[in-house]
C-alpha cells in the first residue's frame, strides 16, 4: 500500500537526516573555518628540496635485499649464513632464481623480531611507502611466486611428518650442540653471533647469558629436562630416516628439482658439515657423516646455488 | 522604671556580649605594639652590634646544637679554619659574624638540615681557665632533616609527562652523602630507573663527586624504534664564586635501537641493534637570568661538549659532539608607561656539530649512527614544527643531522587587563632552525665537515612564525602557540595551526 509505505519511508528518513545534519554541524564546528583553511593553504611560502641523508642511511636499491645473520665479507660474496633458519630462506631464493643481496643484520632491525627478512627493491624514485615494507620470512614463498618463480609445493602427510622431524627433533640437537655444550659456544656461537654485536666485554656477556638462556627455554619447553643423550639420539634417528627417505634420488621425495624441503634440509646439514665452522664437540656432526648421501645431498646443493665449496 | 535587678542583668548582658569590633581593634593594636616591640630589639640589635663593630674578639668554640648525625671530621674541615687557635690575627665582632655566618651559609647548601639555621653568640664564663677577655662561643642551632623520605608524584619535561617514585636517602655517612633510587614511567620513556650516589668533597657544597647507574626504555616515534639504555657513570661537579657552574663525567652506555614499528625505513633498520658508548664529557652552564621561565632581564649560556671512543675510551662510536645554547633577554620600555612595563624581548641561538672521530687508535672515522645524531624542531625547540620535524628523513623517519643552528626571537607581553605580575604573558614569536647530515668527502672528514658547515648558510633556514600564550607555572613554562610555517624542505614536517608544549627549556 503505497501511502502507508512511503509514509513509513519518511519516519524512518526523517530521523536519519537530522542526525545526519547534526552531525556534520558538529564537524563544520571542529573543523578548520574557510579563511584559516586557506591561510593553511598559502603557507609554507618557500619549500626547498628536501635534505640529503647521513652516510649510513641506506640508499634506495633495484635489488631486493635480504637480512641474515652473516659477516660483512660473506653477505658482500653472497657465502651461506651461518644460521638455520636464515641460510633456508637464503638458499630456497637461490634456488627459485630470485636475484637479491645478503647483508648482515641482527635481530632488532626485523619486523617480526626475528631474521631472516626481505627488503623489496624500490623500483622508482618516488616509490610510495608500500615498496618499503619489508617481507618477513613466513610471506617469502608468496612473494617468490609473485616474482616468477614456479614453486612446487608438496602438502602430503609423509612431507609434514619429515618436517617435522627436522623442526623438533634435529632443531633441537641443535640448539643444545650449538648454545648448551660449552666448548661449542665458545668457539662456534661466541665470535659468530656475540662478538659482531658490540665490541665491549660487558654487552657481550650480557648478550651470551641472553643466547643461552633462551636455548634453555626453548628446549625445555620441549620436554621438562634437558637430557642430552636423548637428545642426540634422536637426531640420529632422524638423520637416519631422512637418509632413508633420500636413497638414491638427487632431490627429496624424487623431485626433479630441488623445493624448500631440500633448502631447510641442506640448512642444517651445510652448518653441520662446514669445516670452517669449527665445531668442537663434533657428535652431531659425527652423526650426518655417516650418512652417505645427505653428505652428497649437501655438495650438490652447495655447488649449482652457491658457486662451490 | 528599671528595676535595680534588671539593671544588674542589663550590666552583667553588656559585660558578657562580645562586641566583635572592639575584639578586632584590640587584636590590632596588640600585633602593632609586637610588630613595634621587634623592630626596638632589631634595631638595639643592630646598634649595639654596629657600635661594637670593631671590638676585637676571639672565637673560642663553635658549637652545632641538633646534628646527631652529622660526622665529627666533616663538620671540622668546615669550622676548623674559623676557629681563633687557627688563625693569627683576632677578629672583630663584624668579621666574626661574618665568617660564622658564611659557614652557616655552606651548611645549608648541603640540604640535609631544615631551613632557617640559627645563630648564638655567647661570651665564655670568666672563671673557666681556658678562655681569655676577648673570647667568644658561636653556637649555631640546627635541625636535621629525616634521613630516608620516600617521594612519589608526576613530573614534567620537555614535551614529556611521567609519574615516579623516588627514594633519598640523605646524609648516610653523615658527611651529607645522599643515595637517590629513581623509577619511572613516562608517556615517551617507557621506563626509568636511575640510582645516584652523591657526595660532596671536603666538606664544600660546591664540589660534589656522583656516581650513577641508569636503566631506561624511551619510545622514539619520530623514528619509528625505541632505544634501550643501560649504563653507569662516574661525574665531578663544582661551581665557581661568580655562579658558573662545571661538571666533567665520564659515562659509558649500551645502547639497542630496537622495537622498531611495522613502517620503519630501510635507513632506520640499518642502524638497529646494539652499540657501546663510552665517553668523557664537559658541561659549563651560566645562569644570569633573573626568571628562568620568562626573563626579562639577564642571560643564559651553556656548552655540552662530548668525547667517544677515542684513544683508550674504546667502545663501538667514536667522535667529538659539541653543543652550545645561548639566550638572553632584554626589558623594552613602553613610552606611555613608567617603570618597567613587563615587555620584554628574549632570544635564543643554538648550535651543534657531531665529528667523526678515528674509534681507538684506528685511522679511518666512522659515519654516525642514529643514536647520536641531533634532532631539530618541536614545541620546546624550533616551534612550528613536530617533533624531530627538521632534517634528513626517510620515508616518515627522522634520521638526525650531524651539525645544526636554530634561532628564535621572542617578544612577551604582559596582558593589559591582567599586568606582569602575574605569570601569564602573551608571545609573538618566529624561530628557525637548519639540521644537516655530514657529506660524503671520501674520508677526509675536516674537509666534510667544514662543507656542511658552509652549507647551513646557502639557502634560508626552515622558519616558522606565529603568537601564543604562555604560562610559567613554578614547575614548568607552558606554552599554547598558533604557528605557520613559511620556509620548509620537502619531507619536514610542519606544524599548522595549534601546538602545546610543556617544558623546562625553550629556545
Not at chain 1, 635480504?66 to 651461518?82: I, N
Not at chain 2, 661594637?52 to 674541615?77: E, M, Y
Not at chain 2, 646557502?458 to 612564525?465: N, V
Amino acid at each position: 500500500m503505497p501511502p502507508t509505505n512511503s509514509a513509513e519511508d519518511e519516519d524512518t528518513s526523517s530521523p536519519q537526516t537530522s542526525f545526519s545534519r547534526q552531525t556534520s554541524r558538529v564537524r563544520d564546528f571542529f573543523s578548520v573555518p574557510a579563511p584559516v583553511k586557506t591561510l593553511f593553504n598559502s603557507v609554507p611560502i618557500l619549500t626547498y628540496p628536501p635534505n640529503d641523508l647521513p652516510q649510513r642511511a641506506l640508499k634506495p636499491t633495484r635489488v631486493p635485499i635480504l637480512y641474515v645473520f652473516s659477516t660483512k665479507e660473506d653477505a658482500a660474496a653472497g657465502r651461506p649464513s651461518f644460521n638455520p633458519s636464515c641460510l633456508k630462506w637464503q638458499a630456497f631464493l637461490n634456488i627459485a632464481g630470485i636475484n637479491h643481496r645478503v647483508v648482515s643484520s641482527s635481530n632488532h632491525a626485523s619486523p617480526s623480531g626475528s631474521l631472516p627478512f626481505l627488503l623489496p627493491a624500490s623500483a622508482s624514485s618516488n616509490a610510495s611507502q608500500e615498496s618499503f615494507k619489508p617481507i618477513p620470512s613466513n610471506k617469502l614463498i608468496r612473494y617468490a611466486k609473485e616474482h616468477g618463480a614456479i614453486i612446487e609445493e608438496s602438502t602430503s602427510m609423509r612431507y609434514e611428518a619429515y618436517q617435522s622431524l627436522l623442526d623438533h627433533r634435529i632443531r633441537s640437537a641443535w640448539l643444545y650442540t650449538l648454545y648448551l655444550e660449552p666448548k661449542n659456544f665458545s668457539s662456534v656461537a661466541y665470535p659468530l653471533y656475540v662478538s659482531s654485536t658490540s665490541s665491549n666485554p660487558l654487552v657481550r656477556a650480557s648478550i651470551s647469558y641472553q643466547l643461552r638462556a633462551a636455548a634453555e627455554a626453548e628446549l625445555l619447553k620441549q620436554s621438562s629436562i634437558i637430557d642430552t643423550d636423548d637428545l642426540y639420539s634422536e637426531a640420529d634417528k632422524a638423520f637416519e630416516a631422512l637418509s632413508i627417505l633420500l636413497g638414491d634420488d638427487p632431490w627429496f621425495f624424487g623431485n626433479e628439482k630441488p623445493t624448500l624441503f631440500d633448502a631447510s634440509i641442506f640448512a642444517y646439514t651445510q652448518l653441520l658439515l662446514d669445516e670452517n665452522m669449527e665445531w668442537k664437540e663434533r657428535k652431531l656432526c659425527r652423526a650426518l657423516r655417516r650418512r652417505e648421501n645427505l653428505v652428497q645431498h649437501r655438495e650438490r646443493l652447495l655447488v649449482r646455488y652457491f658457486g662451490g665449496s | 522604671m528599671a528595676s535595680p535587678v534588671d539593671q544588674g542583668d542589663d550590666l552583667f548582658e553588656s559585660l558578657q556580649k562580645t562586641d566583635e569590633k572592639k575584639l578586632e581593634e584590640k587584636a590590632k593594636a596588640l600585633a602593632e605594639k609586637e610588630a613595634a616591640y621587634n623592630e626596638k630589639a632589631k634595631q638595639r640589635l643592630m646598634d649595639l652590634i654596629g657600635s661594637n663593630s670593631t671590638l676585637p674578639v676571639t672565637i673560642s668554640s663553635i658549637r652545632l646544637i641538633g646534628a646527631k648525625h652529622t660526622r665529627r671530621s666533616f663538620l671540622d674541615r668546615l669550622f676548623n679554619p674559623i676557629l681563633s687557635a687557627n688563625r693569627d690575627a683576632p677578629y672583630t665582632l663584624s668579621e666574626a659574624l661574618e665568617q660564622v655566618g658564611s659557614a652557616a651559609d655552606r651548611l645549608r647548601k648541603f640540604d640535609i638540615y631544615h631551613e632557617g639555621i640559627s645563630m648564638f653568640v655567647d661570651r665564655p664564663s670568666p672563671t673557666d681557665p681556658s678562655s681569655t677577655p676577648t673570647d667568644i662561643d658561636v653556637y649555631l642551632q640546627a635541625r636535621e632533616r629525616g634521613r630516608i623520605s620516600l617521594k612519589t608524584g608526576t613530573d614534567l619535561g620537555n614535551v614529556e609527562g611521567s609519574a615516579y617514585g623516588e627514594l633519598h636517602w640523605r646524609n648516610i655517612f653523615g658527611g651529607a652523602e645522599s643515595l637517590n633510587l629513581n623509577a619511572s614511567a613516562g608517556t615517551r620513556t617507557r621506563s626509568a630507573y636511575q640510582a645516584t650516589f652523591d657526595t660532596p668533597i671536603l666538606s664544600d657544597p660546591d664540589k660534589r663527586v656522583s656516581v650513577d647507574a641508569l636503566s631506561s626504555s624511551t619510545l622514539k616515534p619520530w623514528a619509528s624504534h625505541e632505544e634501550a639504555l643501560k649504563g653507569a657513570g662516574l661525574k665531578y661537579s663544582w661551581a665557581t664564586k661568580s655562579g658558573m657552574k662545571h661538571q666533567v663525567g665520564y659515562t659509558g652506555i649500551w645502547r639497542q635501537v630496537t622495537g622498531l614499528a611495522a613502517n620503519a625505513s630501510p635507513s632506520v633498520r640499518n642502524d638497529a641493534g646494539d652499540s657501546a658508548k663510552s665517553s668523557i664529557s664537559h658541561t659549563w652552564v651560566a645562569d644570569r637570568r633573573n626568571h628562568p621561565f620568562i626573563p626579562t632581564r639577564g642571560y643564559l649560556m651553556k656548552t655540552v661538549s662530548e668525547i667517544a671512543g677515542w684513544g683508550p675510551l674504546q667502545g663501538d662510536v667514536a667522535f667529538w659532539k659539541s653543543e652550545l645554547e645561548t639566550s638572553g633577554a632584554i626589558p623594552i620600555p613602553i613610552p606611555g608607561i613608567k617603570g618597567d612595563s613587563g615587555v620584554s624581548l628574549t632570544g635564543g641561538l643554538r648550535a651543534g656539530m657531531l665529528y667523526p672521530l678515528p674509534l681507538g687508535f684506528a685511522s679511518t672515522s666512522q659515519p654516525s649512527r642514529i643514536n647520536d645524531r641531533f634532532q631539530l624542531g618541536g614545541p620546546t625547540d624550533v616551534r612550528g614544527f613536530k617533533i624531530g620535524g627538521l632534517g634528513p628523513r626517510d620515508g616518515s623517519d627522522a634520521l638526525g643531522g650531524d651539525i645544526f643552528a636554530a634561532g628564535s626571537a621572542n617578544l612577551l607581553i604582559p596582558f593589559p587587563r591582567v599586568g606582569k605580575d602575574t605569570p601569564l604573558r602573551l608571545q609573538l614569536f618566529a624561530n628557525a632552525g637548519r639540521l644537516l647530515a655530514l657529506k660524503d668527502r671520501g674520508g677526509n672528514t675536516q674537509k666534510s665537515v667544514y662543507n656542511t658547515i658552509a652549507q647551513l648558510g646557502d639557502s634560508l633556514p626552515s622558519m616558522a612564525a606565529g603568537f601564543g600564550v604562555v604560562y610559567a607555572h613554578p614547575v614548568a613554562r607552558f606554552e599554547l602557540n598558533f604557528s605557520l610555517p613559511l620556509v620548509m624542505r620537502r619531507g619536514e614536517e610542519t606544524r599548522k595551526g595549534l601546538q602545546f608544549g610543556v617544558g623546562i627549556n625553550f629556545l
